[in-house]
């Protein structure tokens, strides 16, 4: 079982930076991929960012692409989603999500385990 835990959203204008953290408990988060999803309101959940659990492979939606980057720290326990070039369309709540399989995986059905969500708004 692993629980978890959302933070560094918040409200930044457009063209800036935020780092959202997750940290996770249990002693087995080196063996679970990890996923960044967002859904705005009134549209699906997306996935924008993917690592393997040695951090060696990722994936980035096409619309985050050079502006968003993921990464971890398997000592702490803690996936990162650093953002900057903020942009309007960007805002939605964020979920962290482990993936049991090891899998880099973007789809929601491939993932076990999921926060609770932290807001990011971009204001224009």
């Not at 549209?43 to 971890?72: H, L, N």
């Amino acid at each position: 079982q692993v629980q978890l835990v959302e933070s560094g959203g918040g409200l930044v204008q457009a063209g800036g930076s935020l780092r959202l953290s997750c940290a996770a408990s249990g002693r087995t988060f080196s063996r679970y991929a990890m996923g960044w999803f967002r859904q705005a309101p009134g549209k699906e959940r997306d996935c924008v960012a993917a690592i393997s659990w040695s951090g060696s492979s990722t994936y980035y939606a096409d619309s985050v692409k050079g502006r968003f980057t993921i990464s971890r720290d398997n000592a702490k326990n803690t996936v990162y989603l650093q953002m900057n070039s903020l942009k309007p369309e960007d805002t939605a709540i964020y979920y962290c999500a482990a993936n049991a399989q090891s899998t880099l995986a973007t789809t929601g059905v491939s993932y076990d385990y999921w926060g609770r969500g932290t807001q990011v708004t971009v204001s224009s």
